[in-house]
């Protein structure tokens, strides 16, 4: 680390030279009528903000050559954000077009240019939640429709994993290392300090990074490059949370070269849009810099987001039946009156980054950032212990169950129809069991543990930048990052019982006299823990990463070019911390460290038709290391790899073309994808071993290709016609081979074949379409209208259902071997969206409302995903034995956004 750095001084020391004063001037229309807008706040890297004449127009001097991200606000308009590279001299940037509208407020419903966070990501079990990249510009309508429109169906472009985005902040990666998903939970509420940004779409090139195949977006937080300014918003709706207030200062560049922005925010919620759940979320943000002289620039920020809120789950068709609420919710239930959750994600991850901007020359940039994070993420369930099965929708507890029994089926029918309790958690019951186990001198029968996956990570960035001439721009940086992520659970609360032991219950029943095999921990057998204690499994995940990477772009009056490449180094390995009994010898202590080096190479071309029409064409080929969370086959009791661990294969490709005119701008995209060798972990409860399990998967191998479309035209200066679609075909193209791991080790691991080879990839529509009106007044009212319509999305399916055990007994030509091996296809359907909003100035206040209206009809019917059971009837083959799961869309849900900056 230390001859890095000292490398990196001695490049910038040997580059240096006295850079040179610029100047940049422009004009800013209105894109519906091309009409100036005076009054705008510009702003270009950490100069004073400067506004727009009464013709629009601008003028900043003083600047310094080089790349800058010009900023330009206005309450009526969206935000503008573009990095530029500023040349010695005049700079002039001709018409810049501003979209009209206020930019969205809600993060329930967060757009970062190329990355897309929709209405559930707070909803996921990740912290990151797998909604895929956005590709191309924030004003490209497809792009729009992707970030907003789609979102409510959990819509991914092009079917791609939201591992294959790349999000920085101040240049750091801020995906999570073990899931590759970006972090949102990390700067959930900080809306308005996580607006500044440059992103770049799929495969194009960037300043900051090699990109990824999805898109890659650097959030800055500068705090140079805040407008001065203080800003107070309120939020009322009626999803996930029902109120939100935040507030942000910022004082801009001051003439003693510092510059501060503070933001904070509280969100939340007695109860959400589902019953039972509840949302108590804050966040805080401080952002400090020193300008310590024209090349020397020190910057701070330091954020976090505490929240805690119930969760939701998915239920069967037959239970949202005999509730009659598609909504319904089985993790609560009422104690003493009151409503209680057993399923409560709480997550705190502050992080800090420590930036240095160092401007070398007129030609030359070098920005490097250092970051350390450290949190707590942790998710509470109930646990039980030779007692009955607490949840209310268990599959013992419906009618369906007592199929063969039409009396008892009917009662229990009307037991459900007729008494409330029968759908909700018992908390009463489960202490009145743990009081009689307590006066019996046993452990508790029930307890509330939380699961922990806490996070530390030190990151360290450099990146150069580099004009040789007009035409040609060089880029370059390092990344290296120390991660260790420890997994481990806790009692949260031992419900009225007076104490849990750390033994396998399975084991227990499964190794009859084998005290050894039965313990969690062989280092402190037969453990009593009460509240607070670790106990179950303790391990930790450490992996080690180093990037080198470099972009070169050329440019020519009708064509750019441009190629990259990176070389990245990975390692990881497992640490126990208790001896289980099952493994003494692969579980406690430092595993084999695993070493991983890939590479990757992409390169592109935009050929100008006219100034009007563009064909561009991009390419690539990289190779990923393979998971550390998808590489041990059992990593809660032992260390042992899947086998053969081999990196991942991507080769992509995309054609588009591109029309720009005053009344009509459309881009029409195709794409294909291919990728191998990857893999995916599933633990469930398996039937036929009667214990937990996991279910690791190698060898997969996919296709994504599809076509992208989105237009719109100008009917009037005021009123637009907007259209947008897409279809895809993403499709499984292996048989992939699986490792069964069976945790309470009652027999050895086996191996199957998946037979999913042109399964369609589940979990997103692969058709998708939007027709949009949109209305802007010259007094700054502005309305939008959305028609969208999806189809062609299947539910995630048990993989153990396509294998020849599952169909094994059944002769041919059954019926039955359809039923059980074809995928789920989910009805499509349809969403009428609205939205009004009115920006006012009165004095020096500026007021901005919004009103937006999902699913406006309130269609209920929409089912945005959900899974097939991994349990399976083996013996009978019944698959109404354990029936897919659902979630449906929110009906008809509104965000109201009332902001005053003064």
Do not use: C
Not at 228 to 248: A, D, E, P
Not at 486 to 491: D, F, R
Not at 631 to 656: A, C, F, H
């Amino acid at each position: 680390m230390k001859r890095i750095l000292l490398l990196t001084i001695f490049v910038a020391s040997v580059l240096f030279a006295h850079s040179q004063n610029a100047s940049l001037k422009g004009i800013v229309l209105s894109s519906e009528n091309k009409e100036p807008v005076p009054g705008a706040d510009v702003q270009a890297g950490a100069q004073n903000t400067v506004k727009t004449g009464d013709y629009g127009d601008f003028t900043i001097t003083g600047l310094t050559a080089g790349r800058v991200t010009l900023i330009i606000r206005h309450g009526s308009f969206t935000l503008y954000s573009v990095a530029i590279d500023v040349k010695e001299g005049a700079n002039d940037l001709g018409t810049i077009y501003m979209q009209p509208g206020v930019t969205p407020d809600s993060d329930e419903n967060e757009s970062i240019n190329v990355v897309s966070l929709s209405s559930m990501d707070f909803e996921d079990e990740n912290k990151g939640q797998n909604t895929g990249a956005v590709l191309h510009s924030s004003n490209d309508v497809f792009n729009s429709s992707a970030s907003f429109v789609f979102s409510a169906m959990r819509f991914r472009p092009r079917g791609y994993d939201a591992d294959l985005s790349t999000v920085y902040m101040n240049g750091i990666p801020v995906n999570d290392p073990e899931s590759g998903f970006p972090s949102w939970s990390e700067w959930g509420g900080l809306n308005e300090v996580m607006r500044n940004k440059e992103g770049y779409a799929g495969l194009e090139p960037s300043g900051f990074s090699f990109g990824n195949i999805g898109g890659s977006t650097n959030i800055i937080t500068r705090a140079s490059l805040y407008r001065k300014q203080k800003k107070v918003t309120y939020s009322l709706t009626n999803r996930s949370y029902r109120q939100r207030i935040m507030g942000t200062y910022s004082t801009g560049l001051m003439e003693n070269g510092w510059a501060f922005t503070v933001s904070a925010s509280r969100r939340w919620a007695e109860e959400g849009y589902v019953e039972g759940t509840f949302y108590d979320a804050y966040s805080y943000f401080v952002a400090a810099e020193r300008k310590i002289n024209a090349h020397h620039s020190l910057n701070l920020t330091i954020f976090g987001a505490p929240a805690k809120r119930g969760m939701q789950g998915g239920s069967t068709q037959e239970v949202y039946d005999l509730v009659d609420n598609v909504y319904y919710n089985p993790n609560w239930g009422l104690q003493n009156g009151e409503k209680r959750n057993a399923k409560v994600r709480d997550i705190h991850e502050p992080r800090a980054i420590l930036s240095h901007y160092f401007t070398i020359s007129d030609k030359t940039d070098l920005t490097t950032s250092a970051s350390f994070m450290y949190g707590s993420y942790k998710t509470s369930s109930l646990n039980w212990y030779d007692a009955a099965d607490p949840r209310p929708d268990y599959y013992r507890y419906l009618p369906s169950y007592q199929y063969e029994q039409p009396a008892i089926m009917q009662l229990v029918t009307d037991n459900w129809l007729n008494d409330p309790e029968m759908s909700q958690i018992n908390w009463e019951e489960m202490y009145q069991v743990n009081y009689l186990s307590n006066g019996e001198g046993k452990q508790a029968k029930y307890i509330l543990e939380d699961k922990h996956s806490d996070q530390m990570q030190i990151d360290l960035t450099s990146v150069i930048n580099h004009r040789i001439n007009d035409k040609l721009k060089i880029n370059g940086g390092l990344e290296l990052s120390s991660y260790t992520g420890s997994h481990y659970k806790t009692i949260n609360d031992l419900l009225g019982g007076n104490y849990w032991v750390d033994i396998d219950q399975f084991a227990e029943r499964d190794f009859i006299g084998d005290s050894t095999s039965l313990q969690n921990d062989l280092n402190d057998p037969n453990r009593q823990v009460t509240v607070g204690d670790r106990y179950g499994y303790d391990y930790e995940i450490h992996q080690t990463k180093a990037s080198l990477w470099g972009s070169a772009t050329y440019t020519l009056p009708k064509l750019d070019v441009y190629a990259a490449a990176s070389g990245n180094f990975m390692s990881f390995y497992r640490e126990g911390n208790m001896m289980n009994g099952r493994h003494p010898e692969n579980s406690f202590g430092k595993s084999e460290v695993q070493d991983f080096i890939n590479y990757g190479v992409k390169a592109g071309a935009t050929y100008k038709i006219t100034g009007r029409q563009y064909v561009s064409i991009n390419a690539a080929y990289l190779t990923k290391p393979p998971k550390p969370g998808t590489s041990y086959l059992s990593p809660k009791v032992k260390d042992d790899l899947l086998p053969d661990l081999t990196s991942e294969t991507i080769m992509s490709g995309d054609l588009s073309y591109m029309v720009r005119y005053p009344k009509f701008n459309a881009r029409l995209s195709v794409y294909q994808t291919y990728m191998e060798d990857q893999t995916e972990l599933n633990s469930f409860y398996h039937d036929v071993y009667r214990t937990y399990v996991n279910y690791l998967m190698k060898g997969i191998n996919k296709s994504l290709h599809g076509i992208e479309f989105g237009s719109e035209y100008k009917v009037t200066p005021e009123f637009s016609v907007l259209a947008a679609g897409a279809y895809g075909e993403y499709l499984y193209t292996s048989r992939p081979e699986a490792t069964i791991s069976v945790e309470n080790s009652s027999v050895n691991d086996t191996t199957e074949t998946v037979y999913i080879k042109n399964f369609f990839i589940p979990g997103t529509p692969q058709l998708a379409g939007t027709i949009g009106l949109k209305y802007f007044t010259k007094k700054f009212w502005f309305f939008n209208l959305n028609f969208n319509y999806y189809d062609k999305s299947y539910l995630d399916f048990n993989p153990g259902r396509r294998t020849e055990r599952a169909i094994y007994m059944l002769g041919p030509g059954d019926t039955a071997i359809a039923n059980i091996t074809e995928p789920l296809k989910l009805d499509g359907g349809y969403t009428i969206d609205f939205s009004v909003g009115k920006s006012i100035r009165y004095k020096n206040y500026f007021i901005s409302i919004n009103l937006t209206i999902n699913n406006l009809l309130d269609n209920q019917e929409l089912v945005s995903g959900g899974y097939e059971q991994m349990r399976f009837d083996y013996e009978f083959k019944r698959i109404e034995k354990f029936p897919p799961k659902f979630f449906y869309a929110y009906g008809r849900n509104y965000f109201l956004n009332v902001a005053v900056r003064f």
